[in-house]
């Protein structure tokens, strides 16, 4: 690379040109390097598994947050050897990477820098202060119904839950061939749906579902239009449900939805929709809501209460998995009876990502009012039917327990799969990722590329001048600092707004890097094509009159140059 070119890279990122001109030598090992976010230091002495660990520690994290866990730093130390330990046991026996990893302090304070987490406690929080926050918040609760007298139709709940929507219990043969076959792991392909229903159970709303592809091939096929589908479709490289989704489906969904129900019911037109602080779930959603929503009320479960609490966890989304996976093994009866196919073809070749939402709108369907209504017995314990007690129910809908029904259509399709195997499943979508899982998602996640921009963004970006963009991000990190420092709920406000930065901000610090570089090559460019145009007849050229402290440094003059003989 010319000296020009060095001089230049090294003013624009202050850096002396020495370090500029050492990483462009090395240019070839600091590419194929795969290091962690945030990571500055390139050296033997960080060890590539280390690397790993960041690497998944950080997708363990954001999976912790979406979820609404609380993660003190001793948590995360101890999932981070454990990552270690797991990876180093992959690893070859002569491998020169295997060293000891403590996870120290020193260690945990660094890559909280380098990675820019905040909402990490210190020290684990204590089992029992959750419990009592909790039982004041029933009481305030309770309250804030009285005074508002709302009955149970008018109180909502949403939560998120991830699906693997096409994983068997993993002791069918179907099972083992999916690990068998080299790179192809649809058991892992994960989905993420957002369900809501009311306290009285009779009145469920349209579930978000946030997949990794906009249009799905199947789709294109069969002429599917996602409009018509049971559920609301969004899509982005994570499935993930941020923020623009949670209000599309408050304004497509939800707000219709319980408004029609209100008015059929000769109720009230007001409604109190209770969340959790999900990174999708913004503490200012009740503010931002039209006019046409004014009638809707939020409040949000205090940190560290939702697992206690919040009537989806309380047995709805785990009864709403078994039933997804009893609909999903009468499909693969039904087929296999009335065609040609195996069980194994159905499997492979057609149970699709369509197949998987049709068999997901019967199994929320199913979910019963009983058991809906019964989850707020810890919440609101007047709401639930006295008559809807064990063993009285008026209209079971199926006496056979969910577990039962499913090992009995297993073995009715030739698989080994009992009760126990049933349960297992529905709970491992509950459980935190093993590191194969996580490795599963990290892969996923690096080999998806980004939602692809429209035109009209990307022309729009192209006419931003760059001092406007800096202007905003200034003015974003004035607002986050603000934000963090004053906020209520600090590791709430630290973890939504790092999620911002992450996903959007930096695009823009990005540009603006890109911008720069670019600038700089170009100016260099210019000056060589200046330079070119001086060249007498001969071809040879004549030097520049310019004056070598401004155009170059002492410490990159060529041997017998000096500023006197110009």
Avoid at 56 to 74: F, H, M, P, R, Y
Avoid at 162 to 191: S, V
Avoid at 269 to 285: Q, R
Wanted: aromatic share 8%; hydrophobic share 35%; charged share 30%.
């Amino acid at each position: 690379m010319k000296v020009e070119c060095v001089f230049e890279l090294a003013r624009l990122y202050t850096k002396p040109q020495s370090t500029i001109a050492t990483i462009v030598a090395k240019k070839t090992a600091i590419k194929e390097a795969v290091l962690a976010k945030g990571a500055t230091l390139f050296s033997k002495q960080r060890s590539q598994a280390i690397e790993d660990v960041e690497r998944l520690l950080l997708v363990w994290i954001n999976e912790k947050q979406i979820a609404g866990d609380s993660i003190s730093q001793a948590i995360i130390c101890e999932k981070a050897r454990k990552l270690h330990d797991d990876l180093i046991r992959k690893m070859p026996a002569t491998s020169d990477d295997v060293s000891e990893f403590k996870a120290s302090k020193g260690w945990f304070e660094r890559f909280k820098n380098r990675s820019g987490i905040h909402s990490v406690t210190r020290h684990g929080e204590a089992a029992s202060s959750d419990h009592k926050v909790a039982e004041k918040y029933v009481q305030e609760f309770n309250e804030y119904i009285d005074s508002e007298g709302l009955k149970p139709e008018q109180v909502f709940n949403c939560d998120e839950t991830g699906l693997f929507w096409k994983k068997m219990p993993n002791r069918t043969y179907i099972t083992q061939e999916e690990k068998a076959l080299p790179g192809h792991k649809p058991m892992k392909d994960m989905l993420t749906l957002l369900m809501c229903a009311n306290a009285s159970g009779d009145c469920k709303v349209k579930p978000l579902l946030v997949y990794h592809s906009k249009t799905p091939s199947v789709f294109r096929k069969n002429n599917v239009l996602k409009a018509n589908l049971c559920v609301l479709w969004r899509a982005n490289s994570k499935a993930w449900v941020t923020r623009d989704f949670f209000y599309d489906w408050l304004h497509h969904a939800f707000a219709p939805t319980v408004k029609n129900y209100l008015i059929e019911k000769k109720l009230d037109l007001k409604c109190l929709l209770e969340l959790d602080y999900a990174p999708g779930h913004p503490s200012d959603v009740a503010e931002r809501l039209s006019a046409e929503m004014s009638f809707i009320k939020v409040k949000f479960w205090p940190p560290n209460t939702t697992p206690l609490l919040q009537p989806m966890g309380q047995q709805v989304i785990s009864n709403f998995k078994k039933l997804y996976t009893k609909a999903m093994f009468e499909r693969c009866f039904v087929v296999t009876s009335e065609t040609q196919l195996t069980l194994r073809e159905f499997w492979r070749d057609h149970f699709s990502i369509l197949s998987c939402v049709n068999i997901m709108g019967k199994a929320w369907e199913e979910v019963t009012k009983r058991t809906l209504n019964s989850a707020w017995k810890k919440l609101w314990p007047e709401c639930v039917d006295k008559r809807d007690f064990e063993g009285f129910e008026a209209n079971p809908v199926n006496p056979m327990p969910v577990e039962e029904s499913i090992a009995a259509l297993g073995k009715s399709l030739g698989l080994e799969v009992s009760g126990e195997d049933v349960k297992e499943l529905v709970e491992e979508d509950n459980e935190e990722l093993t590191t194969d899982e996580l490795l599963d998602h990290l892969q996923q996640q690096e080999a998806r590329p980004e939602e692809t921009a429209s035109e009209e963004g990307i022309e729009k970006l192209r006419k931003l001048p760059t001092s406007k963009i800096k202007e905003m991000c200034a003015m974003w990190l004035k607002v986050q600092t603000f934000f963090d420092e004053n906020h209520p709920h600090t590791a709430i406000a630290s973890r939504v707004g790092n999620l911002y930065t992450d996903n959007v901000v930096k695009h823009f610090r990005n540009v603006i890097k890109e911008r720069e570089v670019q600038a700089s090559m170009d100016r260099y460019v210019v000056r060589q094509r200046s330079s070119d145009s001086q060249a007498g007849p001969s071809g040879i050229k004549r030097r520049r009159e310019v004056t070598p402290e401004k155009d170059l440094p002492p410490q990159v003059l060529m041997e017998g140059d000096s500023p006197s003989k110009h």
